[in-house]
């Protein structure tokens, strides 16, 4: 790795550590030098890959609960690098979508990333880190059928512009909006919404892409890497698209 983009004696968070972008990010931030708390819900995998990984520990958080956000930063130290990348997913217009699917995903990926942001602010004002959002380009561009997904996403968006408007010598804050990305969240997403039509509808995500692939999860975890590093010390208040080029066709 190019000594450009270390990280080294850092001390990251990344939220949905223990698979998809979450977990390739896990490895990058590891690889770069940093000891990475994975903060998941899903115990065995977080301890699995806290095994794998130098100096990495799990920790298990439900970021939906005040409680258990703030006892995850009473128990961490320095925290450097924060990776807000826990979310969930949601099929359906707005007459599909019922309240309380509306109100899950909002208390997942509005509320969850909130309450990470206000306990994790002050530790990043003393380190002078780096915040890292995992948004969409549902957040950026109208999404057919995800319209509870893309008003999530489109506060991700604004949260991070808002937070680099308030704090901007304090700490960095940026945002990632990747497009379809090959993930066990895809995977879930085809199971459950086409179990008989698999292979069609991949190709069909495929190619929603102009490049003509679902990006890979190590591309995701590389711009965070990148934007975790000092390289990126002029990068703040941006919103950065990694997506095949989805949002300029």
């Known amino acids: 790795m190019s000594n450009t983009f270390r990280v080294d004696g850092r001390t990251a968070l990344v ?19 940093a000891s990475v708390a994975i903060v998941d819900v899903d115990r ?10 130098p100096g990495a520990s ?8 005040e409680e258990s956000v703030k006892a995850l930063f009473e128990q961490i130290g320095r925290v450097d690098i924060l990776v807000n990348n826990a979310g969930i997913g949601l099929v359906g217009s707005v007459e599909e979508t019922e309240r309380a699917d509306f109100e899950r995903l909002f208390r997942v990926n509005v509320e969850g990333m ?8 002050p530790k990043l004002i003393a380190s002078h880190g780096a915040m890292i959002n ?20 489109g506060a991700v968006v604004a949260m991070t512009r808002q937070l680099s408007v308030d704090y901007p010598t304090q700490f960095r804050v940026n945002c990632i909006c990747p497009g379809t ?10 199971e459950r919404y086409h ?35 000092d390289a990126a010390g002029f990068v703040t208040g941006s919103v950065l698209a990694i997506d095949g080029g989805w949002t300029a066709a």
């Open 15 to 33: 939220t949905g550590g223990a698979s998809g972008i979450g977990e390739a990010t896990c490895r990058a931030l590891a690889a770069g030098g």
């Open 181 to 190: 990305v090959d993930t066990p969240f895809v995977e879930a997403y085809l």
């Open 134 to 153: 995992i948004g969409s380009v549902a957040g950026l561009v109208g999404v057919k059928r995800r319209f509870a997904y893309c008003a999530t996403k």
């Open 44 to 53: 065995e995998k977080a301890e699995a890959l806290a095994g794998q990984l």
């Open 195 to 229: 179990k008989h039509e698999k292979e069609k509808v991949r190709a069909e995500l495929n190619s929603r892409q102009p490049i003509g692939r679902l990006g890979k999860p190590e591309e995701i975890a590389n711009m965070a890497l990148y934007l975790a590093s």
């Open 114 to 121: 909130y309450l990470m942001i206000r306990y994790a602010v």
């Open 58 to 65: 799990a920790r298990i958080c439900d970021i939906t609960r």
